[in-house]
Nanobody, 121 residues
């Protein structure tokens, strides 16, 4: 079992910055893909950024050039640096990881409980 805890959310003015962190704990083998998703009330949860074990990244078009995802495999952490924040970035941000289960011989997805980011003047 893997537990994920996000932190770093909060309120910021447009143009500001925040750094989200996601800490994984539990019986960990390794994570293939780690990522961040966001959800606005009443809408679907959308991918923001993902990073593979090899360090390859993918971003939603709406955040390219403003957000940067990174990971620390030794610490089982994933981060999201968010710059030039806009009101439309307001959402609950969720951390997601794909954990390799040696029992199931498969990658199992885990989600955090989310952290709220509010961008408003």
């Amino acid at each position: 079992q893997v537990q994920l805890v996000e932190s770093g959310g909060g309120s910021v003015q447009p143009g500001g910055s925040l750094r989200l962190s996601c800490a994984a704990s539990g019986r960990i083998n390794y994570f293939s893909t780690m990522g961040w998703y966001r959800q606005v009330s009443g809408k679907e949860r959308d991918m923001v950024a993902v990073i593979t074990l090899e360090g390859n990244t993918k971003y939603a078009d709406s955040v390219k050039g403003r957000f940067t995802i990174s990971r620390d495999n030794a610490k089982n952490m994933v981060y999201l640096e968010m710059n030039s924040l806009k009101p439309e970035d307001t959402a609950v941000y969720y951390c997601k990881v794909d954990h390799y289960s040696g029992i199931d011989l498969a990658y199992i997805p885990y989600w955090g409980k989310g952290t709220l980011v509010t961008v408003s003047s």
